[in-house]
């Protein structure tokens, strides 16, 4: 893997893939049992994440659905996205500015999907789940808002510990 790639990865330009995880964990010589662990949070990345292009052609509350089919089947569910906060731990504000993608059609169709990812956010109150969130400091330090949005999200981030 280039050096290149690495740094994309590493600061949030670039979702890796699964392969990409595991060869990274094979380079750095992650023991078994840690690599199982990570590779895991690196499938659900890739389940959540979705190529912006694709989402919006197909529209974003269709994605919303799946995902909360998925969840609501889960029982331990883990979620980790290296260049942003996952959606369950979104606060409206910022879940309108990460749903606008400067790509079209997806201006009508963020209010849709946010209410979708919003209704989502329930499933953090089942006592019958467990979630594991893995926040790398890029996805909090990425000012994706004005600082006063930010604010409030890393507020919210503290206050769900």
Known sequence: MSQS?????ETGRFLPSVVDVQQILRALG?????????LSLAQV???????????VRRGLHHRQRE??????????MRHFLP??????????EYMRQAMSPAVEPAGADVSRAMVLKLER???LHDQSKR?????????VRWQLCDASVMAVQ???LVSKK
């Open 5 to 9: 790639k690495v740094s994309r990865i």
């Open 30 to 38: 992650v023991d078994d049992a840690t690599a199982a662990g990570l």
């Open 45 to 55: 990345a890739n389940a959540e994440y979705e190529g912006v292009r694709a989402s």
């Open 67 to 76: 995902l909360a089919a998925l969840e609501s089947g889960a029982r331990h």
């Open 83 to 92: 260049a942003m906060v996952t959606g369950l731990l979104q606060t409206p």
């Open 121 to 123: 956010q329930g499933v």
């Open 131 to 139: 979630f594991d969130f893995l926040l790398t400091e890029s996805a």
């Open 154 to 156: 890393i507020d919210h």
